[in-house]
């Protein structure tokens, strides 16, 4: 299936001053199959080193860090000459192997011409522990997310439509041949999400049953890690925060607050627990900005915050949430149909590269996302539905006045002046396109 990441896997390829590459990215979203697939549109041969299924592979790197000695062995075993230029080698589940990422260093300095990628299912939570020795500036780091809407839309054999919407200008409606097809498809987004088996399930089968079980193997599988790999104190505690994602995600004020976890438990007993599932690429977070500057990390209040989940359909399958009611728009779920749309928007800036944060007043007005653009702040504000009145994001924009915006919702795409700032009503199945 198409993946975006691919040209900046081949742009990595090429740079002068490449380094080994660390892929990160929640489990099963697809980092060993893009790697293999970069590796045969783009080398000769290709080395995969596996050091969970391989565990005796670790012996390479016990002795020394002589990063010649440890390539030699690898040629040996795999049967294959390794030549810088030629050969791609990928070190898959490297979590496993701590000396291993310490070698990066070493590769980095004494055979920078050999192209080497990492990854891991869990690397994010092995790189924070105490033990293991991080290459620091002697790697470069790529982020793959579960497949954007986009990715989804070519994968359902509609390449057509992208095509249609990449030059598509802000002055023109979008007619109903095209706006159907495409809610339809968000639709089926929001139900299959982006996880490549769930993805491959659902352009096989068209089944939803069967979509919603592949989503809860996927589920049980992330369960099934935070006993295998978290701190075992940790345990209950990383189970309470994840089990309580979709309802807080739902509340009107959908901060999320410790003491809704579990009743009597306090912020500083299951802070580690929700830093392990943030590490681990799980939940998202996102944090307030009450003033905004530039840079707005520099601004942010990391003690108030609101948590999303890596993936739309995740989130929808957590929630319990059936298909029918997404597919026939119940009123009955007003309150997840917000946080869908909101989690959806969410992981497509994060897809899109942007760091979003969100802005609240008091409690009287809240902006749902707030991003950096070339210096500017650009506020965002997500409506599921065609009802695009935002009080909140006239004030922020009367208040900071950003040079640009974005209303994201069920109406039709517009372009419009809210009080100084340039205002485009962009449908929620255009996200994908927001920087042209």
């Known amino acids: 299936m198409y993946r975006e990441i691919l040209k900046d896997l081949e742009k990595w390829k090429d740079k002068s001053r490449r380094k080994p590459l660390i892929l990160t990215g929640v489990r099963q979203c697809g980092k060993t199959y893009i790697v293999e697939e970069f590796a045969k549109e783009n080398f000769k041969s290709y080395v995969y ?233 799980l939940l998202i977070k996102t944090e307030l900005v009450g003033n905004p500057e530039i840079p707005l990390e520099g601004a942010a209040d990391k003690t108030y915050f609101k948590v999303y989940m890596s993936d739309v359909g995740l989130l929808r399958a957590k929630s319990k949430v059936s298909v029918n009611t997404i597919l026939e728009e119940s009123d009955l779920y007003i309150r997840y149909k917000g946080a869908f749309a909101e989690n959806y928007v969410l992981n497509e800036l994060k897809s899109l590269g942007k760091a979003p944060f969100f802005w609240r007043s008091g409690n009287t007005a809240e902006v749902d996302f707030i991003y950096e653009d070339e210096g500017e702040l650009v506020p965002v504000e997500v409506k599921a539905a065609d009802n695009t009145q935002a009080k909140s994001y006239k004030q922020f924009c009367k208040k900071y006045h950003p040079k640009k915006g974005l209303k994201l919702s069920r109406k039709n795409i517009a372009e419009n002046l809210c009080e100084s700032t340039v205002t485009y009503n962009i449908p929620l199945y255009l996200e994908w396109n927001i920087d042209r």
């Open 49 to 281: 080193v596996n050091f969970e299924s391989e565990e005796t592979l670790s012996a390479f790197f016990d002795y020394d860090f002589d990063v010649h000695r440890i390539v030699r062995e690898l040629e040996r075993h795999f049967k294959t000459q390794i030549i810088s230029g030629e050969t791609l080698v990928f070190f898959d589940e490297i979590q496993e192997c701590t000396r291993a990422i310490t070698s990066l260093k070493y590769f980095c300095e004494k055979m920078r011409d050999l192209h080497i990628v990492c990854a891991g299912s869990l690397l994010g939570v092995a790189l924070k522990k105490e033990q293991v020795s991080f290459p620091v500036g002697k790697v470069n780091r790529l982020q793959l997310y579960p497949m954007s809407f986009k990715e989804f839309v070519i994968a359902n054999d509609r390449t057509d439509l992208i095509e249609v919407f990449d030059e598509w200008p802000t002055d023109r409606e979008i007619p109903t041949i095209y706006k159907e097809p495409m809610e339809e498809l968000l639709k089926a987004y929001y139900i299959v999400g982006g996880m490549p088996e769930v993805v491959k399930t659902w352009i096989e089968t068209h089944d939803y049953d069967e979509v919603e079980e592949v989503q809860n193997e996927i589920l049980g599988d992330y369960a099934d890690d935070f006993s295998k790999h978290a701190p075992l104190s940790d345990v209950p505690k990383i189970r309470w925060i994840w089990d309580s994602v979709p309802v807080q995600l739902a509340k009107e004020n959908n901060k999320f607050v410790f003491s809704h976890v579990k009743k009597g438990k306090r912020s500083a007993e299951l802070e580690d627990a929700l830093q392990w599932l943030v590490d681990a690429g």
